[in-house]
C-alpha cells in the first residue's frame, strides 16, 4: 500500500483550487455553536461550517469545507465587526482565518512536548487584534494581523494540565475560566509562567465573558457577576453559555435564555421548553437562540439554516433519481451494536431533507440502523434494518416515512440482528442477519415477499456470524463475510426458483479461492458481469460473477498496476471499505485512512485521488460511495457528514452526450496536467491532429471519459497552438469534434 500511494504523488497532479466549484456539502447546520453579528447579517457558527443569515432578507449563504474552509468540526468561534475578520477554531488543534479576502489556514498551534492532551481549540475570543485561545493546555495569545502566535502558557501542574475552557482580555489582562477556578494574569513579559498567574476563585468554571467594563463567569448552575463575583440570585439547570451584548447579558440555559442588565437585574424569559439550547444573540433588540438540532430560532420559534440533514453521521446511503436515504449506524470492533447516537435514517426528497418524526417520538427505542432499501415498485415503502442487541432489532417497514410494521422471528437478546438489504429482480427483499438462532456462526436471511405476505428465515452458510452486504442479481445472490476467519464471499443461488428455499445452492470463496484474507468488506457488480470484492487487505475481481460458477473451479484476481517496469498490486494489504461503479464503468474506491480513488475501467489508471488534505472530504474514511448516473454527481459518505463531487462521467451510452473539453486554453504556467474530455460514447475512437491535419495522437475510450496529457505519439509535448479532436463512437454513427488551444 505504501508504494502505491508513492506512485500516486508522481502520476496525479491535483490541485485544491482546481476543484473549486466542483464539490457541494450536504452538511447538517442544525447544532449552534455561536451567533456573531455583522452590519445587517447574523454570522451562524455550527459543527459544519458558517451560515451567514440576513435578517432582512431572510437570505442564507454558506462557508463550508466545500467552498472554502479547511476543516470541519468546528468548535470555537469568534468576530471583530470593525475590522472584518472571523477566527475559527477546529477539533484537531487547527484555525482558519476569515477575512473578506480569503480563508488562511493556521496549523502550527504552539504545545509543549509533555502535553500529549486534546489539541481541540475550547474557545476564542478577539480584542483588536488579539485572539485569546483556549485550549487543554492553557491560554495561546494569537495576533491576527501577523497571523503568528505569541505567548503560550501552559497551566501545567506536575504531569497534569489544567485546560482553558474559556478565556477573555480586558484591561489587557487574560482572565482564563477553568475546571479549578478563574485565572488571571497581565500580557506582558511573565505571561508564560504559570506560576505568576493569579488564582482569583477556585469555582468549577464552563463560561466567561466580558463587555470591556465587566465580566461574567458561570458554573454549570451559577452565574457569578464582576469583580467580587457577585453571584445571581436565579437557579439554572444546565448553563450552556453567557453572552455580553451591548448593555444586557444572556443566560443561555438548556431550554431557557434570561436577559439581564449590566448590574444583574433580570429583564426578560424567553422559554423554549421544546428545545434543546446552546446559545443566545440580540439582534436590534430581537433574540435569536442556538440549538442543538434546529439550528437558530427566533421568539416565535422558527427555525432559521441552510437544509440539511438531521446530523452529520453517516455510514450508508440508497439513491434513486434525484431521492436520498441515510443510514447512520455502525458495528463495533467485535461487532457489537453501537448506540452512540441512537439516530434514525434521513430522507432528501428532491425538494428538500425529511427526519421522520417516528425516531423523535420513540426515544426508548434503541436504533442503530445500518442499512435503507425502497421498494422499486413503490418509492413510498421504505425498509430499514436495526441493529440492536436488543428488543427493538427487526427489519422495519415505513410508508410515506411513518411506522408500519416490524419484522422480526427473535426475542433473544444476540440472535438474528438484521443488517444488510437487497431486492431481487421480483421486488423480494432479502435482510441479511447475524448470529443465526441455532449455530450462531451461521450468517441468516430474512426473506420478505413482494405483497409482504411470507416472512420466512433462511439459513444460509458458515461465513462466521456476520454481514458487510448483499448484492441481488439475477438468480443469485452475493453476500460478503467481513470476519478474517471464516469470512469470505457466499454465492447463493436460487436454482431457477426463487421462492422456494429447500433446493438452493451455496459457494463460499476464501483465501483458496485467491481472496488476500477470508473477507469481504466492500463489493459491487460492474458493467461488464465483473464483481469486485473489498477486503480488510486488498482488492480483488470476479470475472464474469453471473455466468454459470457454481461446481466450477472459481477464482479470484488482483489487479497488477507497473510503474517504472515494477508490478504492484493496486491496494495490497489496504482495507477497503466501499467500491462504486460510474456509468462509464470507472471505478470509485474508498481505502480505510486513504480516502477515495478514482479509477479507470480495468483499475489500470488513477485518474484522481481525494483525501481530507486535498479536498473537501470531511474525513480520509469514506463508508459509502454512490453515484448519480444521470448527473454524474458522486456521493461519499462519513462520520462527519456527506459531500457531493460533480463527477466527469454522466449518462454514458452507445452516443455523444454534451462534448466538453477542459481546461481550454490550456496554459502551461497555470496548469500542468492532463486536458481532459467528457461526454464522449462508451466506446470512442479519438484522433487528435493539429492545424495541418497532421496525426498527433490517437485512442480509444472506453468509459465515457478520457485524459490527453498533451504528448504527441513519440512522448514529446505538443507545441503551442490549435489542436482538433476528431471522434466517432463504436459503429461509427455518430461523430463529435473539438478544438484544444494549447498556450506553452
Not at 452512540?340 to 417516528?358: A, F, I, V
Amino acid at each position: 500500500m505504501k508504494k502505491i500511494f508513492q506512485i500516486l504523488i508522481f502520476s496525479i497532479s491535483f490541485l485544491f483550487f482546481a476543484q473549486e466549484g466542483k464539490w457541494q456539502d450536504l452538511f447538517s447546520y442544525n447544532h449552534i455553536i455561536k451567533i456573531k453579528q455583522d452590519d445587517k447579517e447574523l454570522i451562524v457558527v455550527t459543527k459544519s461550517g458558517l451560515f451567514y443569515y440576513n435578517v432582512a432578507s431572510g437570505e442564507i449563504r454558506k462557508l463550508s469545507k466545500a467552498n472554502g474552509l479547511h476543516e470541519v468540526g468546528i468548535t470555537a468561534f469568534d468576530y471583530n465587526p470593525d475590522t472584518k475578520i472571523g477566527l475559527i477554531g477546529y477539533e484537531t488543534g487547527a484555525l482558519d482565518i476569515v477575512t473578506p479576502n480569503g480563508v488562511t489556514l493556521i496549523v502550527d498551534i504552539p504545545i509543549a512536548r509533555s502535553y500529549q492532551g486534546s489539541k481541540k481549540i475550547n474557545h476564542i475570543f478577539i480584542k483588536d487584534n488579539l485572539a485569546i485561545i483556549s485550549a487543554g493546555y492553557g491560554v495561546s495569545i494569537f495576533n491576527l494581523d501577523k497571523k503568528e502566535f505569541g505567548e503560550t502558557v501552559f497551566f501545567q501542574e506536575g504531569t497534569n494540565f489544567i485546560a482553558s475552557n474559556e478565556a477573555f482580555v480586558k484591561d489587557n489582562v487574560v482572565y482564563a475560566a477553568t475546571n479549578q477556578g478563574l485565572y488571571s494574569h497581565k500580557i506582558d513579559l511573565e505571561f508564560p509562567i504559570y506560576s505568576t498567574w493569579q488564582k482569583l476563585n477556585a469555582l468549577n468554571l464552563s463560561q466567561s465573558d466580558t463587555n470591556g467594563q465587566n465580566y461574567l463567569v458561570a458554573t454549570k448552575k451559577e452565574v457569578y457577576l464582576g469583580e467580587a463575583f457577585q453571584r445571581l440570585p436565579y437557579s439554572f439547570t444546565d448553563i450552556k453559555d453567557v453572552v455580553w451584548q451591548a448593555n444586557d447579558f444572556l443566560v443561555c440555559d438548556v431550554n431557557k435564555i434570561y436577559q439581564f442588565s449590566t448590574d444583574g437585574s433580570l429583564q426578560s424569559t424567553y422559554d423554549f421548553s421544546s428545545y434543546q439550547l446552546t446559545t443566545g444573540a440580540l439582534y436590534n433588540g430581537k433574540l435569536f437562540a442556538g440549538s442543538a438540532f434546529s439550528g437558530i430560532l427566533d421568539q416565535n420559534y422558527t427555525s432559521v439554516k441552510p437544509d440539511g440533514p438531521y446530523s452529520n453521521v453517516a455510514s450508508r446511503m440508497t439513491l434513486v433519481d434525484d431521492k436520498i436515504w441515510v443510514a447512520t449506524g455502525k458495528k463495533g470492533s467485535c461487532y457489537q451494536a453501537i448506540y452512540d447516537n441512537n439516530l434514525g435514517y434521513y430522507y432528501y426528497n428532491g425538494t428538500r431533507w425529511e427526519y421522520p418524526q417516528y425516531f423523535l417520538d420513540n426515544p426508548q427505542l434503541a436504533f442503530n440502523i445500518l442499512d435503507v432499501a425502497v421498494n422499486p415498485s413503490n418509492l413510498s415503502e421504505i425498509y430499514f434494518t436495526n441493529y440492536a442487541q436488543r428488543g427493538s432489532k427487526g427489519v422495519y417497514k415505513m410508508i410515506d416515512n411513518k411506522f408500519s410494521r416490524v419484522f422480526n422471528t427473535s426475542s433473544a437478546q444476540w440472535y438474528n440482528v438484521p443488517e444488510y438489504l437487497a431486492f431481487d429482480k421480483n421486488n423480494n427483499l432479502f435482510a441479511t442477519f447475524s448470529f443465526f438462532e441455532g449455530d450462531v456462526n451461521f450468517v441468516g436471511m430474512y426473506f420478505i415477499s413482494q405483497d409482504g405476505s411470507r416472512f420466512e428465515t433462511i439459513k444460509t452458510a458458515n461465513i462466521k456470524q456476520n454481514s458487510s452486504g448483499i448484492l441481488a442479481f439475477n438468480d443469485r445472490l452475493f453476500i460478503g463475510g467481513p470476519r478474517v476467519s471464516e469470512g469470505g464471499l457466499l454465492i447463493y443461488y436460487f436454482n431457477n426458483t426463487p421462492t422456494r428455499f429447500d433446493d438452493d445452492l451455496k459457494q463460499i470463496l476464501r483465501v483458496e479461492e485467491g481472496l488476500p484474507s477470508a473477507s469481504v468488506t466492500a463489493m459491487t457488480m460492474d458493467k461488464n458481469n465483473s464483481l469486485w470484492l473489498g477486503s480488510t487487505t486488498g482488492l480483488r475481481i470476479l470475472p464474469n460473477a453471473l455466468s454459470d460458477l457454481y461446481g466450477t473451479k472459481v477464482k479470484v484476481s488482483p489487479i497488477v498496476i507497473t510503474q517504472n517496469g515494477i508490478a504492484e498490486e493496486l491496494f495490497k494489504d489496504a482495507e477497503i471499505l466501499s467500491i462504486a461503479v460510474d456509468s462509464g464503468n470507472n471505478k470509485w474506491v474508498s481505502v480505510n485512512g486513504g480516502g477515495v480513488f478514482f479509477l479507470s475501467a480495468d483499475g489500470q489508471k488513477v485518474y484522481n485521488h481525494f483525501t481530507k488534505a486535498n479536498s473537501p472530504l470531511p474525513s480520509d474514511e469514506v463508508t459509502d460511495i454512490k453515484i448519480n448516473d444521470k448527473t454524474g454527481q458522486v456521493y461519499f459518505a462519513t462520520s462527519s457528514g456527506i459531500v457531493v463531487y460533480k463527477g466527469d462521467v454522466a449518462n454514458v451510452t452507445s452516443k455523444f452526450g454534451e462534448v466538453i473539453v477542459y481546461p481550454n486554453p490550456v496554459v502551461y504556467s497555470q496548469f500542468k496536467g492532463s486536458v481532459k474530455i467528457k461526454g464522449l460514447a462508451e466506446k470512442t475512437n479519438i484522433r487528435i491532429t493539429d492545424a495541418a491535419g497532421n496525426l498527433i495522437h490517437q485512442a480509444v475510450s472506453r468509459n465515457g471519459y478520457y485524459e490527453w496529457n498533451l504528448q504527441n505519439q513519440r512522448g514529446s509535448r505538443v507545441a503551442s497552438g490549435i489542436y482538433f479532436v476528431l471522434m466517432t463512437n463504436e459503429d461509427g454513427t455518430d461523430k463529435a469534434t473539438a478544438k484544444i488551444a494549447v498556450v506553452n
